[in-house]
């Protein structure tokens, strides 16, 4: 499997981009990353596969949650923290569900929930940008252009993690908004207390 952190729109560009590949066989993912890397494009690989591939589902419900705050005007500061907050609670689920060696600070799992959560090409942060500022689960689909794969992802994971003994405001929070229908605003309030 690939992952980021890139949007397509920055490699169709040649921006320098980083990708990983996860793999089962190791001399496979090695002849890809040679295959594939050029001047624009660094390559890595990780044995990681479950890890990388809940990450890459969970990153979009966070990104949703940073665009909601960024419809509510919440500024750069609360970000830093929620981008903080996000990447512990990415953690401590990962290794609930799928315990192995990983550092989380990779560029897989943060730098590609980074991108994500603040990238003007996000489709997740800007449908969560939508809820934000007003809009019904409903208006910011049909707003949408693209697929926002987050809102997909809130309401599967809602129903996967039941049994797994993880706190997640940030995932509970985002699927009360989009699926309880609870206030964005009144619901960003009561998660803001639980951040740390």
Not at 166 to 172: F, K, L, R, S, V
């Given at each position: 499997?690939?992952?980021?952190?890139?949007?397509?729109?920055?490699?169709?560009k040649?921006?320098?981009?980083?990708?990983?590949?996860?793999?089962?066989?190791?001399?496979?993912?090695?002849?890809?990353?040679?295959?594939?890397?050029?001047?624009?494009?660094?390559?890595?690989?990780?044995?990681?596969?479950?890890?990388?591939?809940?990450?890459?589902?969970?990153?979009?419900?966070?990104a949703?949650?940073?665009?909601?705050?960024?419809?509510?005007?919440?500024?750069?500061?609360?970000?830093?923290?929620f981008?903080?907050?996000?990447?512990?609670?990415?953690?401590?689920?990962?290794?609930?569900?799928?315990?192995?060696?990983?550092?989380?600070?990779?560029?897989?799992?943060l730098?590609?929930?980074?991108?994500?959560?603040?990238?003007?090409?996000?489709?997740?942060?800007?449908?969560?940008?939508?809820?934000?500022?007003?809009?019904?689960?409903?208006?910011?689909?049909?707003?949408?252009?693209?697929?926002?794969?987050?809102?997909?992802?809130?309401?599967?994971?809602?129903?996967?993690?039941?049994?797994?003994?993880?706190?997640?405001?940030?995932?509970?929070?985002?699927?009360?908004?989009?699926?309880?229908?609870?206030?964005?605003?009144?619901?960003?309030?009561?998660?803001?207390?639980?951040?740390?």
């Amino acid at each position: 499997m690939i992952a980021g952190p890139c949007h397509a729109e920055e490699i169709a560009k040649n921006r320098l981009s980083f990708l990983t590949l996860g793999y089962s066989d190791l001399d496979i993912a090695l002849s890809l990353k040679s295959l594939m890397s050029n001047s624009y494009l660094n390559i890595s690989v990780s044995k990681d596969v479950t890890g990388i591939e809940i990450a890459a589902v969970i990153k979009n419900i966070y990104a949703m949650v940073a665009g909601i705050a960024k419809g509510l005007d919440y500024g750069d500061n609360f970000q830093s923290v929620f981008f903080c907050n996000s990447i512990m609670e990415m953690k401590a689920l990962l290794n609930k569900i799928n315990p192995t060696d990983r550092n989380i600070d990779n560029t897989v799992y943060l730098g590609d929930l980074i991108v994500t959560a603040y990238s003007e090409y996000s489709r997740n942060r800007r449908f969560g940008e939508l809820i934000g500022k007003g809009y019904s689960t409903k208006e910011a689909l049909q707003e949408m252009k693209m697929i926002a794969e987050g809102y997909f992802a809130i309401k599967n994971f809602s129903s996967l993690k039941q049994g797994i003994e993880a706190e997640t405001p940030i995932i509970d929070s985002l699927y009360d908004i989009l699926f309880k229908e609870e206030s964005a605003e009144k619901t960003m309030k009561k998660l803001v207390k639980k951040l740390i």
